[in-house]
């Protein structure tokens, strides 16, 4: 059975740095892409980049590039969305998801449950 | 960037209705769709991916229809656990996908 499984959720103050996790099974993961979907609360939901574990291949939606770094660990089947200096701003639920279906054009297929980031003085 | 233009943004509806629900897109992105279901508090969950195929499990009053830039859900007898906000998600242009800006279906 394909898993996501996140970290759980945190609280951190404006600029301190994070990393939340994302950890795949049941599946070969470095086979398929990962994304990374951001939802604001009581928003809709944004796509933010997404990384081959493979090869570590990593592309940025531009609304995000320079702002996250995505990054994965394939010995330990993991991805990680990560930041080093949050504003309140980047209060949000952050979801995980694997690419799958066209090997060209893959869609989200399994998702993890979701990592809830709240950013606060 | 593709632009997806969801309609409506949030509508009503009675339990047994029929509900249709559209996206467009602003370039042709062939069948590279996928419909979710999301509820409060929850994980979004694909209910048509390819434009018009049904994903495992789901019932089958979803259905899903389109190619180019014009798509649509539909839901043919709304029942009272598909309230909820649904989206849609381009995937031709990946790495870059976009998402709709969702439709909130409510009870009337």
């Known amino acids: 059975e394909v898993q996501l499984v996140q970290s759980g959720a945190e609280v951190k103050k404006p600029g301190e740095s994070l990393k939340i996790s994302c950890k795949g099974s049941g599946y070969t993961f470095t086979s398929y892409w990962i994304g990374w979907v951001r939802q604001m609360p009581g928003k809709g939901l944004e796509w933010m980049g997404v990384i081959y574990p493979g090869d570590s291949d990593t592309r940025y939606s531009p609304s995000f590039q320079g702002q996250v770094t995505i990054s994965a660990d394939k010995s330990i089947s993991t991805a990680y969305l990560q930041w080093s200096s949050l504003k309140a701003s980047d209060t949000a639920m952050y979801y995980c998801?694997?690419?799958?279906?066209?090997?060209?054009?893959?869609?989200?297929?399994?998702w993890g449950q979701g990592t809830l980031v709240t950013v606060s003085s | 960037d593709i632009q997806m233009t969801q309609s409506p943004s949030a509508m009503s509806a009675s339990v047994g209705d029929r509900v249709t629900i559209t996206c467009r897109a602003s370039q042709g992105i062939s069948n590279y769709l996928a419909w979710f279901q999301q509820k409060p508090g929850k994980v979004p969950k694909r209910l048509i991916y390819?434009?018009?195929s049904l994903q495992s499990g789901v019932p089958s009053r979803f259905s899903g229809t389109g190619s180019g830039t014009e798509f649509t859900l539909t839901i043919s007898s709304l029942q009272p656990e598909d309230f909820a906000t649904y989206y849609c998600?381009?995937?031709?242009?990946?790495?870059?996908?976009?998402f709709g800006g969702g439709t909130k279906v409510e009870i009337k």
């Open positions: 998801a694997r690419l799958g279906g066209d090997f060209l054009s893959p869609d989200l297929d399994y």
């Open positions: 390819a434009a018009s």
């Open positions: 998600l381009q995937h031709n242009s990946f790495p870059q996908l976009t």
